[in-house]
């Protein structure tokens, strides 16, 4: 089998399988409770989000534990929005969000809220200066994903940072899902706010995930109910889960610097080998972070070609995961004006660690024997 979706979700580390297993046999005491069991998950609770903290190199009571990407950003974007609406209720974003974004975004328009969705170049990014024009009295929020999910384009995040710390009363979130122990990002040093992070992207469990929240920075819950994380998310904690999680963060990490080239190594494998094939289109810019590699086969349904080569045990995906079952053009894609043809049939191929020059080779190979039966059924 050859594993070519990791930016919808990635294998666990045997070592955070092992973890989750250890904790929740050991650990399964309530951490709001006062007796002795309850005491040693809180703990290991704390201790976790001591370790998180100190691998992001932020403080502790910066990191609040969730369930994932959606979750976080859902918490980033209308936490910021109902704590503040007195201030202003203008949003900036862009138009190739991930879906919870956007519609966390939609969501808060039905209330009177004004979102500006900016535009992005054919390579995905977005103009810093249309940003910066624009910024009203108005804006309370700017929310951009630091690598985009399809494309893999990389967001000039610190520039974006640098810009939104010009006003005291706006807040800059970013989507950190995709970018998360593949492209490095100091959020101090891109004034970042809120950022918002997934375990299943980097090796760790579904239903896992952080927020990283700026000491200062105040939200509205989305959960109430008990204290736990600091009142921010009300509901007993995930122990097994956000333990796990910090141990998929150490490893993924520790692999982004010491195997960070091999991710490159395979893109730029992928890209040469790609290019000899007729009809193939390559989507990402060449800078785009190196595990994610979109390409178009015009004339082509993408649908087929992926339960064909998912008939031969190879697995890639079209768009996001969140959307990949909704047939049509791709709105990433069609954002970045690439035309009908190409935005219509595109495919993402998303690498991890654990791939190999030999599974390149497989892929395009028989990527060329589906593109020829195709054509030859298509007339």
């Known amino acids: 089998m050859i594993y070519f979706d990791n930016s919808a979700t990635t294998k666990p580390y045997l070592e955070v399988l092992a973890t989750f297993r250890q904790v929740s046999e050991r650990y399964y005491g309530n951490p709001s409770s006062i007796h002795r069991i309850g005491c040693d998950s809180e703990r290991l609770l704390t201790q976790a989000k001591k370790q998180a903290a100190q691998l992001l190199n932020v403080e502790e009571s910066e990191i609040i534990f969730t369930s994932g990407g959606t979750e976080g950003n859902n918490l980033a974007v209308k936490g910021i929005a109902l704590q503040h609406q007195q201030r202003g209720k203008h949003i900036i ?9 956007k519609e966390a975004c939609k969501s808060l328009e039905s209330l009177g809220f004004n979102v500006t969705y900016l535009p992005v170049d054919q390579n995905g990014q977005v103009n810093v200066q249309d940003i910066a024009d624009a910024i009203t009295e108005d804006t309370i929020l700017i929310s ?4 985009n999910n399809e494309l893999g384009t990389i967001q000039p ?8 710390n010009k006003y005291p009363k706006l807040f800059f979130h970013v989507d950190y899902v995709q970018g998360l122990g593949k492209v490095p990002l100091d959020f101090n040093k891109a004034h970042i706010d809120l950022c918002t992070m997934s375990g299943h992207k980097i090796h760790g469990l579904n239903g896992t995930g952080m927020l990283y929240i700026k000491k200062g920075t105040s939200i509205f819950p989305l959960l109430h109910g008990g204290s736990q994380e600091l009142s921010y998310r009300a509901g007993t904690e995930n122990l097994a889960g956000s333990v796990s999680m910090v141990k998929a963060l150490r490893i993924i990490l520790d692999k982004q610097r010491t195997h960070h ?7 730029g494998q992928l890209r040469s080998e790609l290019r000899q094939i007729e009809g ?17 086969l015009p004339g082509f349904k993408p649908e087929v070609v992926i339960h064909a080569l998912g008939e031969r045990d190879i697995f890639v995906s079209t768009k996001s995961a969140c959307s990949s079952k909704n047939a049509g053009e791709s709105s990433v894609l069609e954002a970045c004006n690439i035309g009908f043809k190409r935005s219509l049939s595109a495919i993402r191929i998303s690498l991890s660690h654990h791939n190999t020059e030999e599974e390149v080779d497989t892929f395009v190979n028989v990527l060329k024997e589906v593109m020829n039966q195709l054509s030859e059924v298509m007339g």
């Open 261 to 267: 080239h091999h991710l490159q190594h395979l893109n």
């Open 280 to 296: 193939v289109y390559i989507n990402s810019p060449e800078d785009a972070a190196p595990h994610i590699l979109n390409i178009s």
């Open 144 to 147: 951009v994903m630091h690598v």
């Open 157 to 164: 995040i610190e520039e974006i940072g640098e810009i939104a």
């Open 93 to 101: 974003t862009t138009s190739i969000e991930h879906p919870s974004v």
